[in-house]
């Protein structure tokens, strides 16, 4: 049986340049790249109570993966990446409340240009500072932008935040239901796949590849990153139909970074795995004991902290290393 050939260009680059054959052999698909997708679907169909829960875990894998094309492709450590989040989440809300605009998709385009305008301008700012006095850079713009949603609480609801929010149909067809999440979930599937493309494509590109302390680089990383935050931001206020101050707190912060080390940054599918085990075992932790439930979840931490200290996956990808190793030398 005969092998097609690769096109003539990709083998002549190929041929000469062993970064680029890496490169176009890290980008092929795998097989097993397809099953958090066919798992994605076989949610819908085999828990259609947990309709509203899969979307919750959809909007989480999309922001941490947003946040891990800034920290584990461009080494951008922050704490204020919920800025970008909340940013997303009113430009949808508020257009929404008032009815300036509901439909979804193009909510989300406006969600994602808010959210990249504040990470591209704060970015020049901060992006010329490095170590401890970024992170603290970061963490004040998340709070400033959080006081600045509190003051304006006559337009954004304040603490109450906008409930009740009315999101028009996907395509003008497919209605938003408050009581079943049936549209949500494959509306939040989809924006998920859609930007979960583009990041594959874009850290296995050269720009990607080449993410290295260039300063102007490291700004469109980060605005790129931003974007897919305030999509990601955009997306929960439409699935929820309901956005407050929380999506600017330290909280939502911090639970995405928990997210990240759970699961592995810098490995593309750490959110996928991080944010599967984080919502489970808040979900299951919580009902055996309502009120410490943290206290597992830290015990876990500390555990990969000690043991796996690039995540689930780095634990996984060190373990088939050692099973090779071992089937190599016997």
């Not at 911090?254 to 984080?278: E, M, Q």
Request: aromatic share 14%; net charge positive.
């Amino acid at each position: 049986m005969s092998v097609a050939a690769p096109p003539a260009g990709e083998a002549s680059v190929a041929a000469g340049n062993p970064a680029a054959r890496l490169l176009i052999r890290r980008h092929r698909l795998r097989w097993w790249e397809a099953l958090p997708w066919i798992g994605g679907v076989a949610l819908y169909f085999a828990f259609p109570d947990y309709l509203g829960f899969g979307c919750d875990l959809l909007v989480t894998i999309l922001f941490a993966l947003s946040l891990d094309l800034a920290l584990g492709y461009a080494g951008i450590i922050t704490l204020g990446h919920a800025a970008f989040f909340g940013a997303g989440a009113y430009t949808v809300g508020m257009l929404a409340s008032y009815n300036i605009w509901t439909e979804p998709i193009s909510s989300l385009l406006l969600a994602a240009a808010t959210a990249a305008a504040i990470g591209f301008l704060s970015g020049l700012v901060l992006l010329r500072t490095t170590g401890l006095t970024f992170l603290m850079l970061t963490l004040c713009t998340m709070t400033l932008l959080y006081e600045a949603a509190n003051m304006a609480a006559p337009y954004t609801g304040g603490f109450d935040g906008l409930p009740s929010l009315s999101i028009g149909p996907v395509f003008g067809v497919f209605e938003f239901n408050p009581l079943y999440a049936n549209t949500q979930y494959l509306f939040a599937l989809a924006v998920l796949f859609v930007c979960f493309a583009f990041v594959r494509t874009l850290i296995y590109s050269p720009f990607g590849q080449s993410l290295t302390p260039v300063r102007r680089r490291l700004i469109v990383c980060y605005t790129i990153s931003a974007a897919l935050a305030g999509i990601a931001g955009g997306l929960l206020a439409q699935t929820t139909a309901y956005v407050n101050l929380a999506v600017l707190g330290l909280d939502r912060a911090a639970t995405v970074l928990i997210v990240l080390i759970l699961g592995g940054y810098g490995r593309l599918y750490g959110a996928f795995v991080g944010a599967v085990v984080y919502l489970a075992l808040e979900h299951f932790l919580a009902q055996i004991y309502p009120t410490a439930w943290q206290l597992g979840l830290g015990l876990l931490l500390v555990l990969i902290a000690l043991f796996a200290r690039n995540g689930i996956l780095g634990l996984g990808e060190a373990l088939w290393r050692r099973y090779g190793a071992r089937r190599a030398a016997s």
